[in-house]
């Protein structure tokens, strides 16, 4: 369904259990689930506007783009900036039995879903099992 690769993320929780401390900054944390016949997938983006967020797909990856600026004026004296600001990029390799042409996308309180459709081909479906009069002859 949805693949998620991160070729640093096992270096990365190692770092994380040796000194304490998360590795590297994440600046768009994500959940993901299925729900009936659709894959849903929300990122944490406060403070972000969603003009600056963009979407783009090639061969089933979804980049997920967006910009958070600092807040304050620009000649403030920053006293603390743990907040982080900057582009923000992540990309999901969506498996052949999504439906990529039907992403649903929407930006609430911080929080970007994305609701993806499994593709009808890959929903579980019956066969009909037609039956006969045909008699089966058993030879022995």
């Known amino acids: 369904m949805l693949m998620?690769?991160?070729?640093?993320?096992?270096?990365?929780?190692?770092?994380?259990?040796?000194?304490g401390t998360a590795a590297r900054p994440v600046g768009m944390p994500m959940d993901a689930y299925r729900s009936g016949d659709e894959v849903v997938v929300h990122f944490d983006l406060p403070g972000v506007d969603p003009e600056s967020v963009d979407l783009d797909i090639e061969r089933n990856v979804l980049t997920v783009t967006a910009e958070r600026a600092w807040s304050g004026p620009e000649d403030a004296e920053r006293i603390a900036a743990e907040r982080p600001t900057g582009r923000f990029s992540r990309q999901l390799f969506l498996g052949d039995t999504l439906d990529t042409e039907r992403i649903d996308a929407s930006y609430e309180a911080g929080v970007l879903t994305l609701r993806i459709p499994v593709a009808e081909q890959a929903k579980p479906r019956k066969i009909q099992i037609s039956g006969g009069d045909r008699k089966k002859e058993i030879t022995g």
């Open 4 to 19: 998620r690769t991160d070729p640093f993320r096992e270096l990365d929780r190692l770092t994380e259990q040796l000194l």
